[in-house]
């Protein structure tokens, strides 16, 4: 792909510019301020669109930071490229209640959808993660991202093991380990709703438990009562009365100074009284006695209790109150009570010992489990095989390109696991920590030319946003030859003129857009 042509509507403090671009070396000059930064991210935004941030974070975003300086409603503009030998067209309106992107072909007119994967292909697989770290650096940010490791052994994984890298197995790895991770979830989960049931389970047999031991004591309790009045009944029916009646007087005797004033009254009445009247008053005299005895044997039944009563009731044990049939139907409701508890209880220790058996559902998932770990092992041990094969290819390619620049001061860059990196001069091992910063800004370049090389199918314009600040002027020489050599499209945007002085003594033809 290259760039021919930036068309900016209304972007940051650019308003209907018109860019042209050649092949090579494209310097893009103008001092601090004039918009260079600004356009490289009009590039970019082009490419991969630009997403507004929420909350606060839309205060820094990129968005935010190149609005339209005026009418920021209007916020668009179009990127003109090459690809394949045609010639093809973006459109894009950043502007958040108007947003849009169309994709044409202008050879033969037709469209083409951006959603649906067209210009990715066009940019051959180019996704902005990439592009941030390959082919794009911004001022002062040549050092790469730890997604471009994780790209490296993807691509590993892919096209070693398939000769295909739109087969994704790394990310078929990821899911494999997201889907173990969701069923280890699943798994604790059913071990923690297990353990909660266990524990409810158990605390509700401990409280059946203390309940069938208290219908128990109470069971015992009530046999021994009954037992206790059998035999006490038994000892009153041979003694011929119980301890109440010794104690309390007979209801039915008559005073005997009441029968004597009773006599009394007849023996008077015979004698006072003339015949034959006093007989008939001594008999109206024995009827009223009579009738008055027999009213006080009535009344006598209704009197109150007597003392020797009301204390023998005092000091009677409350059991001896209750009567015989309440404390058998008292048995009789404790009996069937603890039976019922019994049955809870032992139907509680079954569900216990249910719980200790593996069900069905956490046996299926512990083979899920297993197969789904056996596969992450067999491709991390394939991954790291290919690897392994990669980095000889990469470390072989960076080389070349760090021996280049460097003029032939290091010999060989050593990329290991995480993108570690290393020199080789003279056959010592340098580390990158004790080179100058000169050097390592070069390593990066070196990282990203390669990078771009291997992780993307189509070359894409290399982009260059005050880059070369710490190299000197040899070894910016070398790098800009390199570039003039390998990459077909470059685009350095400087506020220097050391650039184009270096370019004009190496004889190398360059296009220049002053900003």
Known sequence: M???????????????????????????????????????????????????????????????????WENPNYYSGVLRFESGGKMFRIDRNFDKYSKKAELYCEDDGEQLSIEDGDLQMLLGELSAASYDNTISVGQMKVETGQSLAAEFKNYATNYYATGNTEIDLEGTLQNLKEKKKALDKEAKDALVRKQQKRELIEQEASYVWRDIHRLEEEQDSITEELLHREEKEKQEEASGKGVIDELRPSKWRIHPVEIGLFIIFIILAVILIAKPWNYLVAIVIFLACGLYVWNRMKEGKKKEKTPPEIILEEITPEEEKIPIERLVWEKNRVEEELQEKQIQYGNLKDQLMDLDEVSEDSQWIDRRRAAIQMAIDRLNELSGELQVQLKEELNRKISEIICQITGGKYTRLLVEEDLHMSLLSEGKRIPMEQVSRGTIEQIYFSLRMTASKVLQEEENPVILDDTFAYYDDERLKRTLAWLAKNKKQVLIFTCQKREIQLLEELGLDYHKVCL
């Open 2 to 68: 290259k760039i021919r042509e930036l068309i900016i509507k209304n972007f940051g403090k650019f308003s209907n510019q018109d860019i042209l671009l050649d092949d090579g070396i494209n310097i893009l000059y103008g001092e601090n301020e004039s918009g260079k930064s600004t356009l490289h991210a009009f590039i970019r935004g082009m490419l991969f669109g630009m997403e507004r941030g929420r909350g606060r974070a839309s205060l820094n975003d990129t968005y935010s930071t190149y609005e339209p």
